[in-house]
T-cell receptor, first 114, second 110 residues
């Protein structure tokens, strides 16, 4: 089945130690999104790629970066994780960037910062 | 931000219909109404979306008010697997992003 895959499902890192979360998709979708979801809160968009074009949300901290080396893969880099960055990180895709398009979400990676 | 208003929580019994309301009074004529749900410890899952007319799919029905300022997600026969947070979102025009609100936590009793 075509899907959005996130590995690992759980990631533990140390305060200040860079960490990378990965997402891959077999849907061949043009758009890939990264969301942050803190405990008991709604998902919040961090940034997205439309093909190779990177689009950052205005309030996304500089500590968060992203890479998309090809259509299938997208990475979220947290340069110096703080305790406040502990959250579920969700990757999603959509075929194109139109308001009626469905977004397909991965299962998420739960990040714990010690 | 595109804001919606939903009840914080609702409760239903298994095999009974569930009507989940959403108010979106600031919606414009070209905005789509989307519903996603998030089961515990999983990513959000698409449920249904519509523009003006009522919509049906295998998961649910979406009833859109004539003035489009509110909509209702209908689960025809709730199952335990339907227990989730249900998010109502609207976007349109050049805004294709999803802005999640707090959603409604649906509890289904056996």
């Amino acid at each position: 089945d075509a899907m959005v895959i996130q590995n690992p499902r759980y990631q533990v890192t140390q305060f200040g130690k860079p960490v990378t979360l990965s997402c891959s998709q077999t849907l061949n979708h043009n758009v890939m999104y990264w969301y942050q979801q803190k405990s008991s809160q709604a998902p919040k968009l961090l940034f997205h790629y439309y093909d190779k074009d990177f689009n950052n949300e205005a309030d996304t901290p500089d500590n968060f970066q992203s890479r998309r080396p090809n259509t299938s893969f997208c990475f979220l880099d947290i340069r110096s994780p703080g305790l406040g960055d502990a959250a579920m990180y969700l990757c999603a895709t959509s075929r194109v960037a139109k308001s009626q398009e469905t977004q397909y979400f991965g299962p998420g990676t739960r990040l714990l910062v010690l | 931000d595109a804001k919606t208003t939903q009840p914080n929580s609702m409760e239903s019994n298994e095999e009974e219909p569930v009507h989940l309301p959403c108010n979106h009074s600031t919606i414009s004529g070209t905005d789509y109404i989307h519903w996603y749900r998030q089961l515990p410890s999983q990513g959000p899952e698409y449920v249904i979306h519509g523009l003006t007319s009522n919509v049906n799919n295998r998961m649910a029905s979406l009833a859109i008010a004539e003035d489009r300022k509110s909509s209702t997600l209908i689960l025809h026969r709730a199952t335990l697997r339907d227990a989730a947070v249900y998010y109502c979102i609207f976007n349109g025009g050049s805004n294709y992003k999803l802005t999640f609100g707090k959603g409604t936590l649906l509890t289904v009793n056996p």
